[in-house]
């Protein structure tokens, strides 16, 4: 679970966390966002990726235009997976 740090300040202090915490820190999701590049930028379903939270820790978020007709791990090396399906996109 997050912490709230002791360094922080309001009105922020939401917003900041202990990095001792046992939650994955920004680095090791940014590591996991570029694993995942690998492992789903070939779908055919594949749309993009970002960085999310899932119950208030980090997460990656991997972006689909349809759920493709595979199982889609839930972790990657560790960090947890939402999957949102965002439909096709076009450009306008």
Do not use: Q
Request: hydrophobic share 40%; proline share 7%; net charge negative.
């Amino acid at each position: 679970m997050l912490t709230p740090s002791d360094e922080c300040s309001a009105p922020w202090k939401f917003n900041c966390y202990n990095e001792n915490a046992m939650n994955p820190g920004l680095a090791e999701v940014r590591a996991a966002k570029e694993k995942a590049e690998v492992l789903f930028g070939d779908l055919p379903e594949f749309c993009g990726l970002g960085i999310t939270r899932i119950d208030n820790e980090l997460a990656v978020k991997l972006n689909v235009s349809e759920l493709p007709n595979i199982d889609l791990p839930t972790h990657v090396d560790g960090i947890r997976v939402k999957v949102e399906v965002v439909g096709e996109i076009v450009a306008g």
